[in-house]
């Protein structure tokens, strides 16, 4: 008997229904908080940098699913890859062979990455981060990694040891024995570092939480330091690897800066099949890896799977025939000059910096003051509302997806596909400052949406 499956069918008889779908068996938060401030949209598909609802409307992707959509949705050339290497048959996974994949996809990667040897593929951002963790101590032979205020390298117990946010973290210790240290403060470094104890620093070159980059010269002096006690540089380009910041990874952007590890995910998946590889220098895999004993010390059962390491080769060999690192250069530094260019013109709008493009806006308190009063009554309630009040209307109003960078910040982050183009930032500088201009004008629907998120603020206390 021959099974079937209509996966076109069942979604044309059950895809209205995700949003109950969703509240019933999976994360009951998330459809309510969708709801609640109207982000409980319904795209029909997806192409490039932009969405479609069944109405045929376009919208503006600027979160590129947290930085997976490097290449945006659906690119062509990772989608054939995807096809052909299912359509192969391969005898993938038998765990007691060596595939070609894996090795083509670990070559074409350490091309990019000068001064690193070997890679362990896994399955997300914060898998790799765990292989990190897990060789650093091994390598080293000592327990504590030390990691920055503020930062974020994923949500497994492990990684979660190294988050910097404690709203992450609350509730779900007893967490590994690591320490934090504040960005760039060297002095700090040093300190801990004379204890004798300290593994490895694992740092983002630029911080996802609010969008802050190591201060320049940074990254050099700690990798100095480090070696100097013996502790290793992991370097998490979970986010900012494969182009993100316009070089192929952001701590290129310093001279002199060799990661002992470094964490890649995200982009390299095409968004179709999920992957993360820890790159490291060969005698830390070495001690890992020491003899024939110990050659599953460290492995993941879906790690180097055919599909994933396809849709892997296929970014790569986009991102050097398109010659993406080089336009998201161009393209981010127009938008960042062109958002730079409003904060004289928008005195809630405070700051704009970033890299490439991975850019943050910074709200802070305005001049005026009937502006002061409601800033004021903003941060009482809850600090980050005001930020929030932006991301609303540019959906509602201009079809713009956009985040908050992180709880309590009046940040938004900026992280579009790298496929992002002069048409598009011609279009969010449009729709950002059509929204500035009702922000700034003491009134309107923007800041009668305000009440209700300072209502709910307080309702949460």
Same mark, same amino acid.
């Given at each position: *008997?021959?099974?079937?499956?209509?996966?076109?069918?069942?979604?044309?008889?059950?895809?209205?229904?995700?949003?109950?779908?969703?509240?019933?068996?999976?994360?009951?938060?998330?459809?309510?908080?969708?709801?609640?401030?109207?982000?409980?949209?319904?795209?029909?598909?997806?192409?490039?940098?932009?969405?479609?609802?069944?109405?045929?409307?376009?919208?503006?992707?600027?979160?590129?699913?947290?930085?997976?959509?490097?290449?945006?949705?659906?690119?062509?050339?990772?989608?054939?890859?995807?096809?052909?290497?299912?359509?192969?048959?391969?005898?993938?996974?038998?765990? @007691?062979?060596?595939?070609?994949?894996?090795?083509?996809?670990?070559?074409?990667?350490?091309?990019?990455?000068?001064?690193?040897?070997?890679?362990?593929?896994?399955?997300?951002?914060?898998?790799? +981060?765990?292989?990190?963790?897990?060789?650093?101590?091994?390598?080293?032979?000592?327990?504590?990694?030390?990691?920055?205020?503020?930062?974020?390298?994923?949500?497994?117990?492990?990684?979660?040891?190294?988050?910097?946010?404690?709203?992450?973290?609350?509730? @779900?210790?007893?967490?590994?024995?690591?320490?934090?240290?504040?960005?760039?403060?060297?002095?700090?470094?040093?300190?801990?570092?004379?204890?004798?104890?300290?593994?490895?620093?694992?740092?983002?070159?630029?911080?996802?939480?609010?969008?802050?980059?190591?201060?320049?010269?940074?990254?050099?002096?700690?990798?100095?330091?480090?070696?100097?006690?013996?502790?290793?540089?992991?370097?998490?380009?979970?986010?900012?690897?494969?182009?993100?910041?316009?070089?192929?990874?952001?701590?290129?952007?310093?001279?002199?800066?060799?990661?002992?590890?470094?964490?890649?995910?995200?982009?390299?998946?095409? =968004?179709?099949?999920?992957?993360?590889?820890?790159?490291?220098?060969?005698?830390?895999?070495?001690?890992?890896?020491?003899?024939?004993?110990?050659?599953?010390?460290?492995?993941?059962?879906?790690?180097?799977?055919?599909?994933?390491?396809?849709?892997?080769?296929?970014?790569?060999?986009? *991102?050097?025939?398109?010659?993406?690192?080089?336009?998201?250069?161009?393209? =981010?530094?127009?938008?960042?000059?062109?958002?730079?260019?409003?904060?004289?013109?928008?005195?809630?709008?405070?700051?704009?910096?970033?890299? =490439?493009?991975?850019?943050?806006?910074?709200?802070?308190?305005?001049?005026?003051?009937?502006?002061?009063?409601?800033?004021?009554?903003?941060?009482?309630?809850?600090?980050?509302?005001?930020?929030?009040?932006?991301?609303?209307?540019?959906?509602?109003?201009?079809?713009?997806?956009?985040? +908050?960078?992180?709880?309590?910040?009046?940040?938004?982050?900026?992280?579009?596909?790298?496929?992002?183009?002069?048409?598009?930032?011609?279009?969010?500088?449009?729709? @950002?400052?059509?929204?500035?201009?009702?922000?700034?004008?003491?009134? =309107?629907?923007?800041?009668? @949406?305000?009440?209700?998120?300072?209502?709910?603020? +307080?309702?949460?206390?």
């Amino acid at each position: *008997m021959t099974s079937e499956f209509d996966l076109g069918a069942l979604l044309a008889e059950r895809g209205a229904e995700r949003y109950e779908l969703h509240t019933k068996y999976l994360n009951p938060q998330l459809p309510r908080m969708l709801h609640t401030i109207g982000f409980d949209k319904v795209y029909e598909r997806a192409e490039g940098a932009h969405f479609f609802d069944a109405d045929g409307n376009d919208y503006l992707d600027m979160l590129a699913g947290f930085g997976v959509m490097g290449l945006g949705r659906h690119h062509p050339v990772v989608r054939k890859a995807l096809h052909d290497v299912v359509d192969m048959d391969l005898a993938d996974l038998t765990r @007691f062979d060596c595939q070609p994949l894996p090795g083509l996809l670990a070559e074409r990667l350490l091309n990019h990455s000068p001064h690193l040897d070997r890679v362990f593929f896994g399955n997300s951002g914060t898998e790799a +981060v765990e292989t990190a963790l897990k060789f650093a101590r091994y390598a080293t032979g000592r327990p504590r990694v030390l990691y920055c205020e503020h930062a974020f390298h994923g949500l497994t117990t492990g990684s979660l040891s190294v988050n910097g946010e404690s709203g992450f973290r609350d509730g @779900f210790a007893p967490l590994l024995p690591d320490t934090a240290v504040p960005l760039g403060d060297l002095d700090a470094l040093a300190r801990e570092l004379k204890k004798g104890d300290v593994a490895a620093l694992i740092v983002e070159p630029i911080q996802g939480k609010g969008v802050h980059e190591a201060p320049p010269g940074y990254l050099r002096a700690a990798q100095e330091l480090l070696h100097k006690h013996k502790a290793l540089l992991i370097a998490d380009e979970v986010q900012t690897g494969l182009g993100r910041t316009g070089d192929f990874y952001a701590y290129q952007h310093e001279d002199g800066v060799e990661p002992d590890l470094v964490c890649v995910a995200k982009a390299l998946s095409g =968004g179709y099949v999920p992957v993360g590889a820890t790159l490291g220098k060969d005698w830390i895999f070495k001690k890992v890896y020491s003899s024939m004993d110990r050659v599953l010390v460290h492995s993941a059962s879906f790690g180097a799977n055919a599909q994933a390491m396809a849709c892997g080769l296929a970014v790569l060999s986009v *991102m050097e025939n398109e010659q993406i690192v080089a336009g998201v250069r161009t393209t =981010g530094e127009l938008l960042r000059s062109r958002l730079t260019e409003l904060i004289d013109k928008y005195e809630l709008l405070s700051d704009v910096r970033g890299r =490439g493009l991975m850019i943050g806006i910074e709200f802070g308190k305005p001049s005026s003051l009937k502006l002061r009063s409601r800033w004021a009554m903003l941060q009482a309630a809850r600090k980050g509302l005001f930020a929030q009040m932006v991301v609303v209307p540019l959906l509602q109003r201009h079809r713009i997806l956009t985040q +908050v960078s992180g709880d309590h910040l009046e940040v938004i982050k900026l992280i579009p596909p790298l496929v992002f183009g002069e048409a598009d930032v011609d279009r969010f500088i449009e729709g @950002f400052a059509a929204v500035m201009d009702d922000a700034h004008s003491g009134g =309107g629907l923007m800041w009668d @949406f305000g009440k209700t998120l300072i209502k709910q603020a +307080v309702a949460n206390r």
